[in-house]
C-alpha cells in the first residue's frame, strides 16, 4: 500500500515504539530470570557423569573433575573412567577428554571399576589427581586413594602410587590454604577425617584426625574458604528416611576444625546421592552437584551447576537449583 512520507514517519514511529516496548519488557524478563540464571543443566550431556570437583586454575579456564557412570549401571560398580570438562564462561563447557581408567592402576582390582568420586589440586607447577580406587575384590575394605600427577590440569596424568597409612575410605578432597599448606579430607558412612598434606602432596603430615562437630556426615567432603572462614561441606544420610541426600555445610575458623554445623544448601534432587564442589569463578560464586534428570535412573547421574550466594552474616543461602528442560544425552554435546 502506498504512505505518503508523513505517514511513513508516522508508521515508523509508531513500529519503534511497538519494538522499544517488546525490548523492555525482555529485558525486564532477562533480568528477572537472570535471579535463577538458567544456563542449561545439565552441563555435562555427552557421558553420564557424577561428583564434580571444580576448581579455577592459572590458565584462568574453571576445570570440573567428575566421576563417569557407565550405562547400563550396576550401582556405581561399573564406573571407570575420569574425563575432565572446562570452561571459560560457565555456558560453553568442553570434554577434554577422558584422563584416567581402572586398568592403568597398578594395585587396582582386577575386575575394575570403583573408579568414584575424584578430586584435583595443583601445586609448584604440578597438577595432583585423587581418586579411590579398592586394590581387591572386597572393594568396600581395600579403598586407597590414588595421586596421579601431570604439568597440565586436563592431560598426560600418571598414577604415582597411593597415600600411604589411610583407613579404606572414600572421596578425597584436597584444600590448598593461601599461604600454600595443602589440607587432606576424605571419608564415607559417618566418618569424615582430615588432616596435613607434606609438599610433596602424597604423603600425610602427622596423623589424619576426625573432623568434629559435623551433624549427619555421610559422605562427599568439600572444603572452601570464603572472607577467612573455613567450609566443609558434605552430603549427609537423608536417604535412610526413603529420601534422596541433600547438601549441607559446617564452618571453622581453622582448617581442620572443629566445626560449626549451618544447615542445607541443596535439597534432595531427583538422584539417590549428591555430591558437590563450591568454587568462586570471574567473582560468582556456584555449587555444583549432580542429578539424574537426563537418565531417570540414580546410577546414570548428571553434572550440574548454580550460583551460591551468602548471606551477610557468612550463611550460605540456599541455591535455587535450574534445569533446561529440553535437555537430552547427547554423545556430541559437549565435543
Ligand atoms: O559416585 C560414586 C559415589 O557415589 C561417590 O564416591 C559418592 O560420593 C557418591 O556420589
Redesign the pocket.
Known amino acids: 500500500m502506498y504512505l505518503s512520507n508523513s505517514s511513513r514517519k508516522v508508521n515508523v514511529t509508531r513500529k519503534e515504539i511497538k519494538w522499544s516496548i517488546v525490548t523492555i519488557i525482555v529485558l525486564f524478563i532477562g533480568l528477572l530470570s537472570n535471579k535463577t540464571y538458567a544456563q542449561g543443566n545439565p552441563i555435562i550431556r555427552d557421558i553420564y557423569s557424577?561428583?564434580p570437583s571444580a576448581h579455577v586454575w592459572k590458565d584462568g579456564r574453571l576445570y570440573v573433575y567428575p566421576?563417569h557412570?557407565v550405562a547400563p549401571p550396576r550401582g556405581?560398580d561399573l564406573?571407570d573412567k575420569y574425563h575432565v570438562y572446562s570452561t571459560d564462561d560457565m555456558v560453553h563447557w568442553r570434554d577434554e577428554g577422558q584422563i584416567l581408567e581402572s586398568s592403568q592402576v597398578p594395585w587396582g582390582r582386577k575386575e575394575g571399576g570403583f573408579m568414584?568420586?575424584p578430586d584435583c589440586a595443583y601445586k609448584n607447577g604440578t597438577y595432583y589427581y585423587y581418586f579411590?580406587h579398592p586394590s581387591g575384590t572386597e572393594w568396600n575394605k581395600t579403598w586407597k586413594i590414588g595421586v596421579a600427577t601431570s604439568k597440565y590440569p586436563a592431560k598426560d596424568f600418571k598414577v604415582q602410587g597411593y597415600i600411604k597409612g589411610l583407613d579404606p575410605m572414600?572421596?578425597p578432597c584436597v584444600f590448598v590454604d593461601d599461604d600454600g599448606q595443602a589440607y587432606f579430607y576424605y571419608g564415607?558412612g559417618g566418618k569424615c577425617m582430615g588432616g596435613k598434606l607434606k609438599d610433596n602432596m602424597m604423603e600425610i603430615d602427622g596423623a589424619m584426625q576426625p573432623m568434629q562437630g559435623l551433624h549427619d556426615f555421610h559422605?562427599?567432603s568439600w572444603v572452601h574458604k570464603y572472607k577467612g572462614m573455613y567450609y566443609l561441606s558434605y552430603?549427609d544420610n537423608h536417604d535412610s528416611s526413603g529420601h534422596h541426600n541433600r547438601m549441607c555445610y559446617a564452618v571453622s575458623k581453622s582448617p581442620l576444625g572443629p566445626w560449626t554445623y549451618k544447615g542445607i544448601y541443596i535439597d534432595p534432587t531427583d538422584s539417590y546421592?549428591?555430591?558437590g564442589s563450591i568454587v568462586e569463578y570471574k567473582g560468582q560464586w556456584y555449587a555444583f552437584y549432580?542429578t539424574s534428570v537426563l537418565s531417570g535412573n540414580d546410577w546414570l547421574?548428571s553434572v550440574c551447576v548454580d550460583k551460591l550466594y551468602y548471606n551477610p552474616d557468612g550463611t550460605i543461602k540456599p541455591v535455587i537449583l535450574t534445569q533446561d528442560k529440553s535437555a537430552k544425552f547427547d554423545p556430541d554435546y559437549n565435543k
Request: aromatic share 4%; proline share 5%.
Open positions: 557424577a561428583d566421576s557412570d556405581c564406573m568414584w568420586a579411590p572414600i572421596d564415607g559422605e562427599a552430603s546421592t549428591d555430591h549432580h547421574r
